[in-house]
């Protein structure tokens, strides 16, 4: 929110009037009478300042402002303002905006929501056509497209098999497609860019539910660092362009995700889709038993991917701060829970077997996404509805090919035929 203060006399006998930038999670304001508030805030703030030459200018637009920093450590400041929510942009409908990474699990949810409201000038690009990681490629495409706003949804991700085989690949190429994106993005003129990151970028031990202050208090997992580290260079990145070029770069960190697009593969994948397939692939090749690691009892929170599609399109409308901001559902589910959820809607009819010689993993991950909460967004599919439709899009139209899969898996190993084994990260 951008604050136009006059600051009473009872502060300063000058007419100055300041302009401040205060997120919302560092400044409260508590009206007191019409026009009067009283500010409260949490530590100490940066402002521009300009004083009227006569009292006939006061309130009038000011061409030459005069740049005064203050550092003022005050518990509360009395004043007479007129607010301006500066965070609320009014978009125009066929603005041209870059959804870098439309054909992932992310991309392609905030594709379809941001045609669902409306927006119809989208520059979509797919990887033959524009390679992220060339930063010459990558300035010529800004150059000429000149898009208005950014939604970086684009990177390389994986499970805890991928991130561990291809340690490199992870920090590599998603530095490369975050450094060229934002830098070209901010010098071709993009007014706005929103970053996305993910819930690994906290500490492995961090506190539940886990609040965005948890950035950088400890050591993080050891089997995602490498892609931990980049998304938090990318979060750093868009703060660093925001304070050196004032520049409009946010990102947001959502939980674990799952829904159509994803990833099903059987090595790389994530917790939700890889139990999906092997379920269904136990159920297709008439296997006897799915077995799943651990004892079942790990909390973890879901979201699918269209909520956060809409999360996104909501902040970038409506959220422009130096902080990132949390995106979850709120609610946890156990991986037993999960478990036998998918085993249901799957129809698999043979038995779940859990082995309990095996590591259960983190046991709770949760987080703290009341910050977007008091911002006005909360989702709205329920995981029932959602696991539903994710396995109607994923395997009722190519069932074909899950059969011909499947029964080579059978023929690779009778241990394979008898039942199939999860990792539970």
């Given amino acids: 929110m951008v604050v136009s203060i006059h600051i009473c006399s009872s502060f300063s006998s000058t007419a100055a009037v300041f302009f401040c930038c205060i997120p919302y999670s560092r400044c409260q304001f508590v ?10 805030f949490s530590r100490n703030f940066s ?11 006061k309130g009038k637009k000011f061409q030459n402002l005069k740049i005064l920093k203050y550092k003022l450590l005050l518990s509360s400041l009395y004043c007479n303002m007129t607010a301006t929510d500066a965070v609320a942009l009014k978009l125009d409908k066929s603005a041209k905006i870059f959804v870098a990474g439309h054909r992932g699990l992310v991309g392609s949810a905030v594709v379809r929501r941001l045609r669902s409201v409306g927006y119809t000038n989208l520059i979509l690009r797919s990887h033959s056509e524009l390679d992220l990681t060339n930063q010459s490629a990558v300035k010529t495409f800004f150059s000429i497209e000149k898009p208005q706003y950014v939604i970086l949804a684009a990177a390389k991700v994986g499970g805890i098999h991928a991130n561990s085989t291809y340690p490199a690949d992870f920090i590599t190429i998603n530095l490369q497609i975050q450094t060229n994106v934002i830098d070209s993005a901010y010098r071709y003129g993009v007014k706005k860019l929103v970053f996305l990151g993910s819930s690994c970028i906290y500490p492995k031990m961090a506190p539940q539910p886990i609040p965005e202050s948890s950035l950088l208090t400890g050591s993080l997992e050891p089997t995602n660092e490498w892609y931990a580290i980049a998304k938090i260079a990318g979060i750093k990145m868009c703060q660093a362009y925001r304070i050196q070029y004032k520049w409009d770069a946010i990102s947001a960190m959502p939980t674990n995700l799952y829904g159509p697009n994803d990833n099903f593969h059987p090595e790389n994948s994530h917790v939700l889709p890889a139990l999906m397939r092997r379920f269904h692939e136990a159920k297709v090749s008439g296997a006897k038993e799915v077995v799943v690691w651990g004892t079942g009892s790990p909390l973890r929170e879901f979201l699918h991917v269209d909520d956060l599609a809409d999360s996104v399109v909501f902040l970038l409308e409506k959220y422009s701060d130096m902080g990132h901001v949390n995106v979850g559902s709120g609610k946890e589910v156990s991986i037993k829970e999960l478990a036998e959820l998918v085993k249901e809607i799957v129809g698999f009819e043979g038995e779940l077997v859990w082995d309990t010689s095996k590591p259960d993993g983190t046991p709770r991950k949760l987080m703290d996404s009341s910050m977007l909460a008091k911002l006005g967004w909360e989702p709205k599919i329920a995981l029932r509805e959602g696991l539903a439709g994710t396995y109607e899009c994923a395997f009722h139209v190519s069932v074909v090919n899950s059969v011909v899969d499947s029964i080579a898996l059978m023929t690779d190993s009778s241990e394979k035929a008898r039942g199939f084994t999860w990792e539970i990260p």
Avoid at 32 to 40: D, H, I, M, P, V
Avoid at 49 to 57: D, G, L, V
């Fill in 47 to 57: 402002f521009a300042c300009f004083f009227p030459n006569s009292q006939k200018e």
């Fill in 31 to 40: 009206e007191l009478s019409e026009g009067r508030f009283k500010a409260n």
